[in-house]
Structure formats: C-alpha cells, structure tokens
C-alpha cells in the first residue's frame, strides 16, 4: 500500500520557524501538495508541485523536497497558523494518498 | 467562479447505502479529474476515488474497492458518489475536489451519518 508518513505534532512558540515533514516511496517520482486545515473548515491548498505556493497564501508558507521527503516550513509562525497540516500526493497508477496529518501549536 | 456544490446531509442505517452528488460550474467538466474525500470525527483526511469526468473511468482506493462506485453526468456537470454496505466506521464528511495546476476547489461536504 501507498503511505505518506508525517509527525502527528510539532509546536512552536508565535514568530519561530516551523517544519513539518512527510515521507514516502510515491515522493521520489511524484509532486507533493500540502494542505491546512481549521477546525470546521475544508482544507486549504498552500503549496502545489512540492514548492509552488498559490499567490493568495503567505510567503512565509514554502515547500522543499529531497528524495522521498516534503518539508513544509512556516517561516516566522502566526498565532493563526494553528492548524492541521496534511501532505497529499498521486500514485504512479492514479491513486491520491494523505498523509496522517500534524497538528501545529503555535 | 469555480463551484462544486454537494447534496445535503444524510443518516443510513448499518447495511444501507448512501449516494452523494456534487455539482460543478465555473469551469469546463470534462476537462478536469475530480476526487472524493472523506474526513471521519476527528480523524485524518482519505482519499476515496477520482475519476475522470470526460470517459467515466473511475479508480478507487483499495480500502474502498467493492464499495464504491462513481458515476459522471456530463449534460448536469455532476459526478455521484454511491457507498454501500454502510458501517458505523463511514460515518464521516464527503468531499469532492477539483485539481486545477495552483488550486484547488473543495465542496462544502456532505455529512454522512451511519447509526443504527
């Protein structure tokens, strides 16, 4: 089975850099997308293609990867950044896979 | 602008099945894949099936294999979602999701109740 692992928690304190990682075999040949999400809320694109952020989501909101690893980093943490966080990718035979999710507290 | 829009809420019993429509406009049907997503109480987010709008060819996650089923309407521009054999464990919200290269557009969701 396809699997997308991420750490089910990560804290920062507001205004400190916060990473979140995701890790999986379907990383080394495909995209990553990463996605937020408020409590009641869908989920929310930040970052496409493992490091294009859309142009409505902050800048501090940035995407790496490095073989079979996405990291999503959120450059100087806002309060409101308190969310979880879910990695998303397509499998060679057109099937989507989340990962676990993390929930951030800033 | 961009809208897939849901039907409404329902509540089955142990056994039943369920069929969830979402409705798209703002953008050409056949041009884009859409996928099912469902969020149980909370849990993670699980992608359920995609399929293509254009020739109806579906594919579904294994977990789902059997279960599922998606249909396409090209002359509504809406795509069914059909769940059988209800258990208690697919109590959950049901997304669809259209992918466009920078964004995304999420339904509002469908809430799925399974209680006997």
């Known amino acids: 089975s396809y699997e997308l692992a991420q750490p089910s928690s990560v804290s920062v304190s507001p205004g400190q850099t916060a990473r979140i990682t995701c890790s999986g075999d379907?990383?080394?040949?495909?995209?990553a997308r990463w996605f937020q999400q408020k409590s009641g809320q869908a989920p929310l694109l930040l970052i496409y293609?493992?490091?294009e952020r859309p142009s409505s989501i902050p800048e501090r909101f940035s995407g790496s990867s490095s073989g079979t690893t996405v990291t999503l980093t959120i450059s100087g943490a806002h309060i409101e950044d308190e969310a979880d966080y879910y990695c998303?990718?397509?499998?060679?035979?057109?099937?989507?896979?989340f990962g676990g999710g993390t929930k951030l507290t800033v | 602008q961009v809208q897939l829009v849901q039907s409404g809420a329902e509540v089955k019993k142990p056994g039943a099945s369920v069929k969830v429509s979402c409705k798209a406009s703002?953008?050409?049907?056949?041009?884009?894949?859409l996928h099912w997503v469902r969020q149980a109480p909370g849990q993670g987010l699980q992608w359920m099936a995609i399929?293509?709008?254009?020739?109806?060819?579906?594919d579904y996650a294994q977990s789902f294999q059997g279960r599922v089923t998606m249909t396409s309407d090209t002359s509504t521009s809406t795509v069914h979602m059909e769940l059988s054999s209800l258990r208690s464990e697919d109590t959950a919200v049901y997304y669809c999701?259209?992918?466009?290269?920078?964004?995304?557009?999420w339904g509002q969701g469908t809430r799925v109740t399974v209680s006997s």
């Open positions: 999701v259209v992918g466009f290269d920078n964004y995304d557009v």
């Open positions: 703002g953008y050409i049907f056949t041009s884009y894949y």
């Open positions: 399929v293509n709008p254009a020739s109806g060819v579906t």
């Open positions: 379907v990383l080394s040949k495909n995209y």
């Open positions: 293609k493992d490091t």
């Open positions: 998303y990718s397509a499998t060679d035979n057109n099937l989507g896979v």
